[in-house]
C-alpha cells in the first residue's frame, strides 16, 4: 500500500505482514524537505526513518522521498513528518497518519 499527501490524516488499517510505503514530494533545491517527526513504535512498524529520495528531473526540480514499514506486530501508531527548511523554527507542512495493525 502506497500512501501520499491524499491519506494525510487518515486512520489506516493494516493487516500484520502488510508493507506500507509513504511517499511525500519536496523541492529540496529549495531547501523544502520532509522528516519525520516522530519515528514510529518500532515494534508495531518496522523500517527505516530516514527516507529514501527519487530525483524528479534536473536540478531544482521536485523529487519524492518514500519512507517504507511493515506492519510487525498487532497494535497503534502514529506516522508524523513535518515539511520545510531545517533551519527555519516551524514547518509549513504536515502529514500525520494513524496506523491500526491487526493480527493476521
Known sequence: MVLNEDA?????????????????S??????????????SDSRILKGNSA????????????????WKFVAAEPGETDLEFDYGRQWEPRPIRQFHVHIRVQAE
Not at 26 to 34: L, T
Open 51 to 66: 527516507g529514501e529520495v527519487t530525483a524528479g528531473g534536473p536540478p531544482g526540480a521536485n523529487s519524492t522521498r518514500a
Open 26 to 39: 519536496e523541492k529540496p533545491g529549495a531547501g523544502y524537505v520532509w522528516l519525520m517527526r516522530s519515528p
Open 8 to 24: 494525510n490524516g487518515r486512520l489506516v488499517d493494516l493487516k500484520q505482514g502488510t508493507t506500507i510505503e509513504i511517499s511525500l
